[in-house]
């Protein structure tokens, strides 16, 4: 039988909080591998998973525009591109969600001079490749983010026109096609990055303000108490990332220190259950304002942007392969050791 152990390294925080900086190994990884490039090369696109499709919705070519309508349909089983129907309304920095086979599209901004923020709600049915539009949003939000939560969508913080940090928690009924609020985040922020566990939503990061350096901040909500609350910060402080969950953990992905400034290649990974942090094996590139899918198990990032000064949207897509792991409970708690399937 094959173990892996690794060791606990704990450092003693300010007062009497203690961080544990460890490598839990809940997936062991491969390497980063190259697939075949977006055909329109962009960033601040969203992208949705729908039986095996990644779907790549809007975005930007560059910093300065134009902004696309652009929805292209990635399959990793064969490595190729589909071109597909348009959003009615081009958008960059949108967000969206999947729900019962359909991708929501929240939001974002219609682009250069203003860049102003956006309302709209439309909705794609990828197995007819039509387009329907929803209730609008009762704010206007670009840079925010979505999860789906018990058949609701919380559309958490972004910036509103005058690229001001937002607190607003909005709830969409998808049933009811209906909208309502949601206690507000603890700290104002665009550009994070969300995810749920359970009936727990976890927001990662973000700006407070254009031009502010990258906040650590990591706030969960639980939806059942209706509360949020703070937990261990982010080893490195950043925005404009993507977060994933696989095999229990959560892979924060990229980013940039602030805006504008350089691209990471930063990957970090958070454990909920232990309210943890360790480091990966960072991405190829510096990557910021890209999208990131899971697929099996599968990390994929796609797009983005890396470089000044015109910031140029880019095409690239890489993945990681991630073997799971099964956790050994006792021998977790006693020695944080793992056991390897399979293995004898």
Do not use: K
């Amino acid at each position: 039988m094959y173990i892996i152990r690794q060791r606990l390294a704990l450092t003693l925080i300010l007062g009497a909080s203690v961080y544990l900086p460890i490598s839990t190994g809940l997936a062991q990884e491969s390497s980063w591998i190259r697939g075949t490039p977006m055909p329109t090369p962009r960033f601040y696109a969203s992208a949705s998973v729908v039986d095996g499709i990644i779907y790549v919705f809007g975005g930007a070519a560059s910093i300065s525009g134009p902004v696309l309508p652009t929805v292209e349909a990635y399959d990793p089983a064969t490595d190729q591109w589909a071109t597909r129907t348009e959003m009615p309304t081009a958008r960059s920095h949108l967000t969206t969600i999947v729900f019962e086979g359909n991708v929501y599209t929240f939001g974002g901004t219609s682009g250069p001079p203003r860049w102003s923020a956006l309302d709209v709600v439309e909705i794609y049915d990828p197995s007819t490749d039509t387009w329907t539009m929803s209730t609008p949003m009762p704010t206007a939000r670009l840079e925010a983010d979505a999860v789906v939560l018990d058949r609701r969508v919380f559309v958490l913080g972004g910036l509103n026109s005058q690229w001001a940090a937002q607190t607003a928690v909005e709830v969409y009924d998808l049933l009811e096609d209906s909208w309502s609020n949601a206690p507000e985040m603890l700290t104002p922020r665009g550009a994070l990055s969300a995810i749920t566990v359970g009936n727990q939503i976890f927001t990662f990061g973000g700006i407070p303000a254009v031009g502010e350096r990258a906040l650590p901040v990591v706030e969960v909500f639980d939806a059942v108490a209706g509360e949020w609350s703070q937990r261990t910060p982010m080893p490195t402080g950043r925005s404009h990332t993507s977060a994933n969950v696989i095999d229990d953990a959560v892979f924060v992905i990229g980013g940039t220190p602030s805006v504008p400034d350089v691209s990471l290649t930063t990957v970090e990974v958070y454990h909920p259950t232990t309210d943890r942090w360790e480091s990966r094996s960072g991405i190829p590139e510096g990557r910021q304002c890209h999208t990131t899918s899971v697929v099996g198990n599968r990390i994929f990032v796609i797009g983005g942007t890396a470089e000044e000064p015109s910031w140029p949207g880019l095409g690239s897509v890489f993945f990681l392969d991630l073997v799971r792991l099964v956790p050994t409970p006792f021998l977790r708690e006693r020695y944080n050791t793992y056991e390897a399937p399979g293995c004898q």
